[in-house]
């Protein structure tokens, strides 16, 4: 699909007139098939990358090391951290029926840290390994999980593939130049199809239709949610309220995770469901080793 998105996003930038085809069938292979981040993105531009194939690379000890540095801290988010988490939140949610209360809560959030430390991991050893080579990918994720709100969120996860569907859906639709009803039809059209790039399936859907939602529901709230903090004179830029927004939207973000790592639509229910239904006896002990959940291991 990265190659594919990659490949269509050079074809209708040459056909809008945005980019001069290349006449060299080598630097556009190259650029279609650039095994470093062919499999996990980023999604490049081709007014980005295609350049960089005329120019001339010498031997530079700064950019390489930095880039084994970067390829380094990829290797370790993908293979310390996410793969670690992945035993604890596989266990889980391979038969949640077994587990209730804190112990979906923990799986969810380790699930939540484990595909951003695997994404990003990805991420981080294709644009590490492309700077060892001399080449220069653009920035995929930024803090997402700092996000104070769903859209900023999408501006800091996985932006080359956000800025795909900005610049190849969203805006062919019409984008935000539209009526209201359009304009909120047409972010629910790219996050639908946002799901189903995921996977074809129930769950990816539902994933892209609730992010389509709290994007709609942002826009239609923030004027006047603005207008109620001038009023009653709240500090919009405090800690406080910053935290919270933070906390806000990761949560929502983390709930639509449930679908999107469940195996059916009927466990995320049941994730949902029996994610508050707490056990006193561990409640009260606070020992994390009655939880029943696979600690040792991970």
């Known amino acids: 699909s ?6 269509l996003s050079y074809t209708m930038d040459v056909y809008r007139g945005k980019i001069g085809a290349t006449r060299h069938f080598g630097k556009y292979a190259l650029f279609v098939s650039f095994f470093p981040q062919l499999v996990a993105g980023p999604i490049e531009k081709s007014a980005n990358l295609l350049p960089q194939f005329d120019r001339a690379n010498k031997f530079d000890y700064n950019r390489i ?8 801290w990829g290797f370790f988010k993908k293979m310390v951290i996410a793969d670690r988490l992945a035993i604890l939140v596989n266990t889980v949610y391979a038969d949640p029926t077994n587990y209730s209360g804190f112990e979906l809560i923990i799986a969810t959030l380790f699930f939540a840290v484990q595909i ?37 969120f999408w501006r800091r996860w996985h932006i080359s593939l956000g800025g ?16 209201t009803f359009k304009k909120y039809r047409n972010i629910m059209i790219v996050f639908l199809v946002s799901g189903i790039w995921h996977g074809a399936s129930w769950n990816f859907l539902i994933w892209g239709f609730l992010h389509g939602i709290y994007q709609i529901i942002d826009l239609a709230i ?17 800690f406080f309220h910053r935290s919270y927004k933070v906390i ?5 973000v983390t709930i639509a995770w449930i679908f999107f790592r469940a195996n059916n639509f009927t466990d995320a229910l049941y994730i949902i469901q029996n994610s508050f239904v707490f056990n006193p006896d561990v409640v009260l002990s606070g020992d994390i080793y009655k939880l029943g959940l696979p600690w040792r291991e991970f």
């Open 164 to 179: 795909w569907f900005r610049d190849y859906l969203y805006f062919p639709l019409g984008g935000s130049r539209v009526s």
């Open 65 to 72: 090391k930095d880039g084994l540095i970067l390829m380094g």
């Open 248 to 252: 806000l939207t990761f949560t929502l």
């Open 2 to 7: 990265f190659y594919t998105f990659q490949a």
């Open 222 to 238: 923030t004027p006047q949610v603005n207008k109620i903090y001038t009023s009653v004179k709240i500090n919009t830029s405090s």
């Open 116 to 152: 951003l430390c695997d994404f990003s991991g990805y991420t981080d050893i294709a644009i590490g390994a492309a700077k060892v080579l001399g080449y220069d990918l653009m920035k995929n994720f930024d803090r997402p999980y700092f996000s104070k709100s769903i859209p900023e």
